[in-house]
């Protein structure tokens, strides 16, 4: 009986120790995009289209396609914008973006940098492209340089269409005026 008890004791006292182990078990990565992927394209071209009419060519690193190819999820991503005739409207550029086929709206993320055809360029953390409407937004930070002349705020809208640029607020920069001559 006492033999027994020696045992039960040694059995006790190497669970305790057992249990007091410091070390934690391996933990799982996090979750990426990738575990949800329908497909994951590597050097993707993507032609952007509305109404079966050629409106840009989209270009990524990487591409996971989501929703049954309703949802892009790329990875170096750029974008050349075009009107209905094919004549240039911009590009954009960012280290990660979205695209949404059923929307037709394009996201980027991740140093986004926006390039028209008269010569501006665009810098900021995020911007949304509208395909439907021919418009960029973004609801921070931004820079926007041409040439000599800059300006930066928080907040823009951009309609590719008529060339408008909107500032939304904290607006600022240098700009050159040309004033009528005498």
């Known amino acids: 009986m006492r033999r027994l008890s020696l045992v039960l004791a040694a059995a006790a006292a190497l669970g305790i120790a057992a249990c007091s182990d410091k070390k934690q078990p391996p933990v799982a990565a996090a979750p990426s995009v990738a575990d949800s992927a329908d497909q994951i394209l590597v050097t993707t071209h993507y032609l952007l289209t509305n109404?079966?009419?050629?409106?840009?060519?989209?270009t990524a690193d990487t591409a996971?396609?989501?929703?049954?190819?309703?949802?892009?999820?790329?990875?170096?991503?750029?974008?050349?914008?075009t009107t209905?005739?094919?004549?240039?409207?911009?590009?954009?550029?960012?280290?990660?973006?979205?695209?949404?086929?059923?929307?037709q709206v394009m996201e980027g993320w991740g140093n986004v940098i926006v390039r028209?055809?008269?010569?501006?360029?665009?810098?900021?953390?995020?911007?949304?492209?509208?395909q439907i409407l021919h418009t960029i937004v973004?609801?921070?930070?931004?820079?926007?340089?041409?040439?000599?002349?800059?300006?930066?705020g928080i907040?823009?809208?951009?309609n590719q269409t008529t060339g408008s640029f909107k500032c939304l607020k904290a607006c600022g920069g240098n700009f050159s005026v040309a004033l009528p001559a005498k």
Do not use: C, W
């Open 51 to 58: 109404d079966g009419i050629k409106r840009g060519d989209l």
């Open 138 to 152: 973004s609801d921070t930070n931004y820079t926007i340089t041409r040439g000599n002349d800059t300006q930066s």
């Open 64 to 81: 996971f396609i989501l929703g049954q190819g309703t949802r892009f999820d790329l990875r170096k991503a750029h974008v050349v914008f």
């Open 155 to 158: 907040g823009f809208t951009y």
């Open 116 to 130: 028209t055809p008269d010569g501006r360029t665009l810098k900021t953390p995020h911007a949304t492209y509208n």
């Open 84 to 103: 209905e005739t094919g004549a240039p409207q911009g590009t954009m550029d960012g280290n990660r973006g979205t695209y949404n086929t059923q929307m």
